[in-house]
């Protein structure tokens, strides 16, 4: 059957990017949220990324018109109801997915399509705790998500090769680039990026070099758009320590290990861009 109506589940940074790109290929795109306030927060996103490429002369007014034609906010699961295909982007708790796949699944068709965008949780459990393991698998999208051209297309275990296909021509359809990774812990990006950016931080710890020093060699030296720590900041601190955790009990390998000063960053709160202060200070 062919994706017609998209939902997505969550309007944060990913699923606000999610829905935009979705919207902006001409797909009926419904996005949820758990209450008007953070929907009305979401959409204002979305509206903003739009204003800023008018703005900069890389979005058009007319496709400015289709995406906002195309999207719809709501609270409720039933507005799910006609969706073809469902992606999930909310927060990285196993239960707390499980329980929006239960409402997802109480109201979408027997066709419909659930893909999370979880950067590290295992998709195969997730599937399992549906009535239709073998149509769920993973997109896992890229920060800032109408900018990044990637989207990994992932394969659990019961994924059949019928919902792989249409998850990777769907993510041809929104004009990224799929690449297929099985449900391993941090899939291809994440498995060879997390050692990276925590080697960063490693650096930084032995005073290798000042943060600048070590972003500069990774830009200047490597072509890099923004060096490790500049990076880890704009993911955030947190998330890149709960990825590493996951990744360090699926493999248990050095490599994936948090550093210390990772950890100590977390617990004061020095998050990245998001807290106004992580590697660097933005107030
Ligand atoms: N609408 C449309 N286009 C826009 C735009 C908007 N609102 N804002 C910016 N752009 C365009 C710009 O015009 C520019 O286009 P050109 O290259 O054609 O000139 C391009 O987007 C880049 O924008 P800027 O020049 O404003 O900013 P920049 O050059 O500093 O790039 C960046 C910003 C894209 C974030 C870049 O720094 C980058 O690629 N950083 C790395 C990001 C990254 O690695 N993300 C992955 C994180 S890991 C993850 O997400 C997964 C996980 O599981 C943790």
Known sequence: MPIKTVGVLGCGLMGAGIAQVSAAAGFKTIVLEVNEDVLKKGLGRIEKFLAGGVEKGKVTGEQRKTVLDNLSGTTKYADLKDCDLVIEA????????????AQVEAVVGPHCIIASNTSSLCITELGAATRRPDKVGGLHFF???????????????ATSQQTHDTLMGFVQAIGKEPISAPDKGGFIVNRLLVPYLLDAIRCLEEGLGTAQDIDNGMKLGCGHPMGPLALLDFVGLDTTYYIANIMFDEFREQRFAPPPLLRRMVLA????????????DYK
């Not at 909310?90 to 796949?101: H, L, R, S, T």
């Not at 709160?269 to 660097?280: D, E, M, N, P, V």
Request: charged share 25%.
């Open 90 to 101: 909310i927060i990285e708790n196993v239960e707390i997915k499980k329980q929006a796949y």
């Open 143 to 157: 920060n800032p998500v109408p900018l990044m051209k990637l989207v990994e297309v992932i394969r659990a275990l």
């Open 269 to 280: 709160g020095h998050l990245g861009k998001k807290s106004g202060k992580g590697f660097y």
